[in-house]
């Protein structure tokens, strides 16, 4: 069955492009022209949102905080699309929770090729909930476990902490998992410095005979394979490592 998409922006013609190119790529997709209006629907049947930022008196922004704080649709993905382009929009949809984001002018290729990434790395966990939820069972989780669904993203770099896989795009990464727990430390406090004795205890959690040469090779191995995000992988000398979100790194 195709997944389904609810694209939401209060310009009729740009609804009408991205419906058909969706629609050429095998989705079905219904549209809406306003917040208010996604607000009245039945939102359960949806696998992904696709949200303008800049509609009428409830912003994009603020409906998709609304949908993350809906208990029915928290975990459907979204994709904000926008005629911004700066590092603080970008910051604040991510924040929010969103899974990608698409500034305007685009090409509707590159909207359904980021759909399709995105439904690549979200679909089985949505349907894992949905099964759970149908059973009963995301209810009696406690919630620590119920954290594991959440997913950390920088950009086109996406971890999925629930099924431990990684994503640049809608390539899969390999990562072991000293790597992968690494990275997961990192994007969740983006800008954060983390000393090697921080590293030392929230990953390697007090193995004996774990070298400072260990974390140094581990992050030499993890740059490696996440280019072009290598490079926000920073070495503060003194302190220790964090994952910078600067757009003007050299």
């Given at each position: 069955m195709s997944e389904r998409i609810l694209v939401v922006d209060d310009e009729e013609d740009l609804c009408e492009i991205i419906q058909y190119g969706l629609e050429k790529a095998g989705f079905i997709v219904d549209v809406a022209y306003?917040?208010?209006?996604?607000?009245?629907?039945?939102?359960?049947?949806y696998s992904l949102f696709l949200l303008d930022v800049m509609m009428g008196?409830?912003?994009?922004?603020?409906?998709?905080?609304?949908l993350k704080k809906n208990e029915s649709t928290k975990n459907i993905p979204i994709i904000f699309i926008t005629a911004k382009d700066t590092e603080n929009d970008k910051l604040m949809g991510f924040s929010i929770g969103a899974?990608?984001?698409?500034?305007?002018?685009?090409?509707?290729?590159e909207v359904v090729a980021r759909v399709k990434a995105v439904l690549k790395r979200t679909t089985p966990v949505l349907k894992q909930t949905l099964l759970n939820k149908a059973m009963g069972i995301l209810e009696e989780k406690p919630a620590e476990e119920a954290g594991q669904y959440k997913r950390v993203s920088y950009e086109d770099l996406c971890l999925n902490l629930h099924n431990k896989t990684a994503f640049i795009g809608d390539k899969e990464i390999q990562l072991t998992k000293k790597e992968f727990e690494l990275l997961a430390l990192f994007l969740s406090k983006p800008d954060t410095i983390f000393s090697r004795e921080q590293l030392l205890a929230d990953v390697w959690k007090g193995e004996s005979y774990v070298l400072d040469r260990t974390i140094d090779v581990n992050i030499t191995r993890l740059r490696k394979k996440i280019v072009p995000y290598d490079r926000h992988i920073v070495t503060r000398q003194g302190y220790g490592y964090y994952f910078s979100t600067s757009s003007h790194l050299s």
């Open positions: 306003s917040a208010e209006e996604v607000m009245k629907m039945n939102l359960n049947l008196e409830i912003s994009g922004f603020k409906l998709g905080a609304y899974d990608d984001y698409v500034s305007k002018p685009f090409s509707i290729n």
